[in-house]
C-alpha cells in the first residue's frame, strides 16, 4: 500500500469472460518462500519508518496503546480496512463536535492512510499521533523553544495529527519562556491629527537652554513650521507673556497654544492671560 501511494489510479470492474486474470483471483495459490520473505521485508520496512518516525523519548508501545484507546483512530482503521469510509465522511451527530472535525480531517487524507501490523496508523511515511499523545508530542518538539515555523517542521517531518498548525500556535503562544525571550510586539501605530486651515490658527511653545543660563522661548506655527524664538532671562510667567504679546502683535491672535506642563505654563498668571485672548491651551507630554 505504500508503494502505490505514489501513484494516481482508478479501479474499473472486469466481468470474468474479459478478464484472463480472474482465475487467480479466485483460486489462490500459497505463497513461495520468496514471496513470504518480501511480505517480512515489507513489514520490516513498514516498523522501520514507524521507529524513526516516533518521538524520541515517546515509546512505540505508548503510541500502540494509545491508537488502540483511540475512537476516532479505531474507525480509521477499520475504515482503511473494509473501504467503507461512510462514518469518516458523514460522522454521526451523536459524537462531539471535535470528534467529527477529527474524523472529517482523517478522510480528506484517506488516500494516504495505512495502518501497520501493530495497529499504528500512517500517513505515508508520516506516524499519526493519537489525541491523547498529541501534546506531548508538541512538548518535546518544543523543548528547545524554537518558534513556531520551527517547530511545525519538526512535527511535520515525521508525525501528523488533525489541528496540527493550530495546536503548535496555541502552545508556543501560552509558552512563558518564548513570551519573554520572543520580539517585543510591533509599537502602536501613531495617531495623527488634522492640522490647522490657516497659519497661526495653532502654536506649539517650549523653552531651550543656552550656555550663559538664559533661556529661548520657541514658539512654532502649526501650519507653516515658521519659528519665532525670544531670548528671555528666565521660564518665569512675567518674563514669558510679554514675549508671545510681542509674537501675537506681529502674527495676530493665536486660537490654541500646546505647551508641556512646565513652568510657566502651570501658573495661574498664564491661565488668566490665555483667558484674556480667547487663547485655547492645550497640555501635552514633554517633547
Known amino acids: 500500500m505504500l508503494q502505490l501511494q505514489e501513484y494516481h489510479f482508478e479501479l474499473e470492474y472486469r466481468p470474468g469472460s474479459q ?8 483460486h ?7 514471496e513470504e520473505e518480501a511480505a517480512e521485508e515489507t513489514e520490516e520496512y513498514v516498523r522501520l519508518v514507524m521507529e524513526r518516525s516516533r518521538p524520541r523519548p515517546m515509546s512505540l508501545l505508548d503510541i500502540e496503546n494509545a491508537t488502540k484507546r483511540d475512537d476516532c483512530l479505531q474507525l480509521a482503521a477499520q475504515a482503511i480496512l473494509s473501504g467503507d469510509w ?4 458523514n460522522p454521526s451527530q451523536q459524537r462531539s463536535e471535535e470528534a467529527r472535525e477529527r474524523l472529517r480531517k482523517l478522510h480528506s ?6 495502518v501497520s501490523p501493530e495497529g499504528c496508523i500512517m500517513r505515508g511515511p508520516r506516524l499519526i499521533i493519537p489525541e491523547e499523545l498529541t501534546q506531548q508530542a508538541i512538548d518535546l518538539a518544543h523543548s528547545s523553544h524554537q518558534g513556531i515555523v520551527k517547530t ?9 495529527f488533525p489541528r496540527l498548525d493550530e495546536k503548535v500556535e496555541q502552545t508556543i503562544k501560552s509558552c512563558n519562556a518564548c513570551q519573554v525571550t520572543g520580539p517585543p510586539d ?16 495653532c502654536a506649539s511653545a517650549d523653552f531651550g537652554s543656552l550656555p550663559d543660563g538664559r533661556h529661548m522661548l520657541v514658539v512654532i506655527d502649526d501650519y507653516s513650521k515658521y519659528p519665532e524664538v525670544e531670548i528671555v532671562q528666565s521660564t518665569s510667567a512675567e518674563e514669558t507673556i510679554p514675549k508671545i504679546e510681542k509674537i501675537i502683535a506681529t502674527h495676530g491672535l493665536i486660537k490654541e497654544i500646546r505647551t508641556d506642563n512646565g513652568p510657566p505654563f ?22
Open 109 to 114: 487524507v484517506k488516500d494516504e492512510l495505512a
Open 28 to 34: 489462490a495459490r500459497p505463497a513461495t518462500a520468496q
Open 86 to 89: 461512510k462514518e469518516l465522511s
Open 152 to 160: 511545525k517542521n519538526r512535527l511535520r517531518s515525521k508525525v501528523w
Open 186 to 201: 510591533p509599537p502602536a501605530p501613531v495617531i495623527t491629527e488634522p492640522g490647522p486651515k490657516d497659519p497661526w490658527q
Open 19 to 26: 478478464n484472463s486474470a480472474d482465475y487467480l483471483s479466485r
Open 266 to 287: 502651570t501658573s495661574q498668571e498664564w491661565a488668566t492671560y490665555l483667558h484674556s485672548r480667547n487663547t485655547a491651551h492645550r497640555k501635552i507630554t514633554p517633547r
